[in-house]
């Protein structure tokens, strides 16, 4: 698998996580922007796996939601 192909499948990965447990705690986009101090479509586009999302907004972001970022790629 190509580097690129590894970063793409990472950054799906993450937005899926990030979806997921934004659901799971039962928070719109909205009330997660509010929490992390962005705007609901920065969101948006972290959960579309919009790979121009500034790494610190995804960290401020899995951070409100408990998320780590494992080192070799994978959330939990």
């Given at each position: 698998m190509s580097?690129?192909?590894?970063?793409?499948n990472n950054i799906t990965a993450f937005a899926m996580?990030?979806?997921?447990?934004?659901?799971?705690?039962?928070l719109t986009q909205q009330d997660?922007?509010?929490?992390?101090?962005v705007q609901r479509q920065t969101i948006?586009?972290?959960?579309a796996a919009d790979p121009t999302v500034a790494v610190?907004?995804?960290?401020?972001?899995?951070?409100?939601?408990?998320?780590?970022?494992l080192s070799d790629g994978d959330v939990s």
């Open positions: 580097a690129m192909s590894a970063t793409s996580a990030v979806r997921d447990r934004r659901k799971a705690l039962r997660l922007a509010d929490l992390c101090d948006g586009r972290l959960e610190g907004t995804a960290m401020a972001v899995a951070d409100a939601l408990g998320l780590e970022i």
